[in-house]
């Protein structure tokens, strides 16, 4: 049995505004852990090693997930090819999102500094994008694996475009903050 549009569509809907409380509560809990609990100092080189692991396997699957979306968009790529890397490297962007919320908690995170709680706040908006995202993979689902960024409609158009550079600048952003967090400790 088929299930009409009109209910995958509310299917998904569901979904994503399930993911969005997801990572609302995922992101309370880091910073109520990273609040509440006072690790032992032992545990914060392991922390930085695989908070550090996380960054390079969620920022190094965005940089190949929008490479691919510019190639598209300059016809040096299809969209097909596109989707396949997509499929490929969603699920490492979200490993790294989920290993920067799990290991952060134990790196005791100062949310009274401003560029701490601007990092935190970066984190956030790429988890959220990445959410937002699912409805835009849906929506170039529908069209031929051919079709080029220029034929898309406006719209969908700036919708890629959007999400690619909300993307690139908040992991950029929290990378370069936690740059700047651990060379002052």
């Not at 908070?51 to 929008?66: D, N, P, R, T, Y």
């Amino acid at each position: 049995m088929t299930i009409p549009l009109t209910e995958r569509r509310r299917i998904a809907r569901h979904r994503r505004a399930v993911a969005y409380w997801g990572v609302l509560a995922a992101m309370f809990v880091s910073l109520w852990v990273g609040a509440s609990v006072a690790p032992p100092e032992w545990v914060r080189t392991p922390a930085l090693f695989a908070h550090l692991g996380s960054v390079i396997v969620g920022l190094g699957a965005a940089v190949l997930l929008e490479t691919s979306g510019l190639l598209w968009m300059l016809r040096r790529a299809a969209l097909d090819d596109l989707r396949r890397i997509e499929r490929m490297v969603s699920g490492l962007a979200w490993l790294g999102i989920a290993g920067l919320l799990a290991t952060g908690a134990f790196l005791q995170p100062d949310l009274s500094q401003p560029l701490t709680a601007l990092k935190m706040a970066a984190v956030l908006v790429v988890a959220m994008n990445g959410v937002s995202m699912t409805k835009l993979t849906a929506e170039l689902a529908r069209l031929p694996g051919g079709v080029r960024f220029s034929a898309l409609p406006r719209r969908l158009r700036g919708w890629c475009v959007w999400s690619a550079l909300v993307s690139q600048a908040g992991w950029w952003t929290a990378v370069l903050i936690g740059m700047l967090n651990t060379a002052s400790q």
